[in-house]
């Protein structure tokens, strides 16, 4: 049975901090992703050609910064596997063990930025989810994996009845008529552009959009030096745009300019984003964006604009059926193809964010505090739950029912308080930084006797001891003083209210006290007294209705970003 003091500190943590966690970006109210708009990662599909992003050779030398991030990534569990298994040409080419549970987090609230800027936000863009294997027999000249039975492939190289044309006949049979491992997802856009012509009314312009995992081809001698290739993976965000010839040039420019903006939006060194022009073989022309690394610019979005030529190469002999209307005229529609890196662009904001600042915890010069400043939108947990000294049964309780309650509306905790290795505040402050949570919140004895929480900021590590037991009519400002005047779009230079988004909510909390008196009004109204033999004045609580409807503000800044 829990403690009447956990009980109460419990409520009123919750009553103040699930009022108002919220943030803006860019001065506009981030909202969540939408339900059924598509899925973030689908089942694979086959790849149509599309003019490669080839990563070139980085020197071997890791660049100021590489080698701590990357043990901070691992001992954090942003990255998976062995200091040897996650080198820079493995991140880059998506050949190491894979991400970690903060990790996935990280990629998952990268690709609901990148689906509210590019879908929701959009009228004239539809969520598309495409099949893996594509219809019909495979080109002779196409030269994507194939998915091949092992078993299959193992009878015919093994049959030696066979001649060395029936033997080649065979492999070629069996290759055509295999999946492919697709390389990008403008395959599956093309295919349904038909379908979803009709749903707009054949009116240009039009995009179709989808996340998925797509399968590019390594080249590492140095682990393969007969010449095998390896297979690295990614998770492609991909836009694929339908406009007349006459307004392409200025869509791409359009989206140019949109696709950098939204990439600088939650940079701290935005100027590290950058694009330039690029050319394919065919003579195509298009652009790419790229970050600066700590040892070169390395592209993590492309930007082509494939013409006619893609879409009548689906459609032969079927021109009308393409034709879509541009005011009066009926013409084929040029495709604007857009397609971001999401793995290699949660690196690029890993390495912008990682910084190495003075240590305010020891008096060891020599010592820094490591610290990843995540943008609130991107960072894989929002706050930290802990205890400090007190009784640890009433203070897990008042823990674990916040951590209830958080997560009830959205927002992501961390479990701090399960912790069974003792640790220092400055340890879980260094830990807590290093993880980029937002805020830590501290509970200790002092919120059992007087409901006094410690609040600390990531960003700006200034603590504030804050009064759960203010009024309802409290207002933002007075439960956190100073931390007033920033905004979101300047958030790395202190924290907003509106991010931390702290408010009381106007909550009816009816405790009733048994305390031996029949003759009370709660005793008469709610049942019989305590039982006899306590000492201690026993609380419980009866109800916990809302006045009205708790509003979240900014909420949708945090439902869907864990």
């Not at 959009?209 to 990614?234: L, M, N, W, Y």
């Not at 390495?351 to 600042?357: A, G, H, I, N, P």
């Not at 020891?362 to 929002?382: G, M, N, Y």
């Not at 207002?475 to 988004?501: F, M, V, Y």
Request: glycine share 8%.
């Amino acid at each position: 049975m829990r403690s009447a003091p956990a009980i109460r500190a419990c409520q009123r943590i919750c009553r103040c901090l699930l009022s108002g966690f919220g943030g803006q970006v860019d001065g506009r109210q981030p909202e969540q992703l939408s339900k059924g708009t598509g899925s973030f990662v689908g089942p694979v599909r086959s790849q149509a050609e599309l003019p490669r992003n080839e990563p070139r050779e980085a020197p071997e030398s890791g660049g100021e910064g590489s080698e701590p991030l990357v043990e901070i990534c691992r001992k954090r569990r942003f990255l998976s596997g062995t200091k040897q298994q996650l080198s820079r040409d493995s991140l880059l080419n998506g050949c190491h063990p894979g991400l970690g549970p903060l990790g996935i987090e990280l990629r998952k609230n990268l690709a609901a930025e990148w689906w509210s800027s590019v879908v929701v936000f959009r009228e004239q863009v539809f969520p598309v989810d495409a099949l893996h294997r594509e219809p019909g027999p495979s080109l002779p000249v196409d030269n994507g994996f194939r998915l091949v039975s092992a078993e299959t492939l193992r009878e015919i190289l093994q049959d030696k009845e066979l001649s060395k044309e029936q033997l080649v006949a065979f492999l070629e049979n069996l290759l055509n008529t295999s999946g492919k491992l697709r390389e990008n997802l403008l395959h599956g856009a093309l295919e349904h552009y038909v379908s979803y012509l009709d749903l707009v009314n054949k009116r240009l312009p039009f995009g179709l959009a989808q996340i998925g995992a797509c399968f590019h081809p390594v080249s590492d001698t140095k682990q393969t030096p007969d010449g095998v290739k390896r297979i690295g993976e990614k998770t492609e965000a991909s836009l694929v745009w339908f406009t007349s010839a006459r307004t392409a040039s200025q869509w791409l420019d359009f989206w140019l300019r949109h696709r950098l903006l939204w990439w600088r939006k939650f940079a701290m060194s935005p100027s590290n984003f950058s694009s330039g022009d690029c050319q394919d073989e065919a003579g195509r022309k298009g652009n790419r964006l790229y970050y600066n690394f700590p040892w070169g610019k390395e592209p993590i979005e492309t930007l082509w604009n494939l013409g006619d030529h893609e879409l009548l190469h689906m459609y032969p002999g079927s021109v009308a059926q393409v034709h879509g209307r541009d005011g009066r005229k009926n013409v084929v529609p040029s495709v604007l193809s857009i397609n971001g890196d999401l793995d290699r662009g949660m690196l690029a904001y890993l390495y912008d964010s990682f910084q190495l600042t003075e240590n305010s915890f020891t008096r060891k010069k020599d010592l820094h505090r490591k610290v990843l400043k995540l943008h609130p939108c991107l960072a894989p947990i929002k706050a930290a739950l802990d205890v400090g000294r007190g009784p640890t049964v009433e203070l897990r309780q008042v823990c674990q029912g916040l951590f209830n309650e958080l997560l009830e509306n959205g927002i992501s905790v961390w479990p701090g308080y399960l912790e069974t290795v003792q640790s220092s505040l400055e340890q879980l402050y260094s830990k807590y930084d290093e993880m980029s949570i937002l805020f830590t919140v501290l509970i200790t004895e002092a919120t059992l006797e007087n409901g006094l929480i410690q609040l600390r900021s990531r960003d700006t590590t200034m603590k504030e001891m804050m009064h759960i037991s203010k009024g309802p009519q409290a207002s933002q400002e007075d439960c956190i003083p100073g931390l007033r005047s920033a905004d979101c779009t300047n958030w790395q230079h202190g924290i907003s209210k509106h991010q931390l988004g702290i408010q009381n909510a106007r909550t009816r909390m009816i405790i009733i006290s048994t305390n031996n008196n029949p003759g009370s009004r709660s005793c008469r109204q709610n049942g019989p007294q305590s039982p006899p033999g306590r000492r201690r004045r026993q609380h419980s609580l009866v109800t916990a209705q809302p006045a009205f409807p708790m509003i979240l503000n900014c909420g949708m800044f945090w439902k869907g970003r864990s």
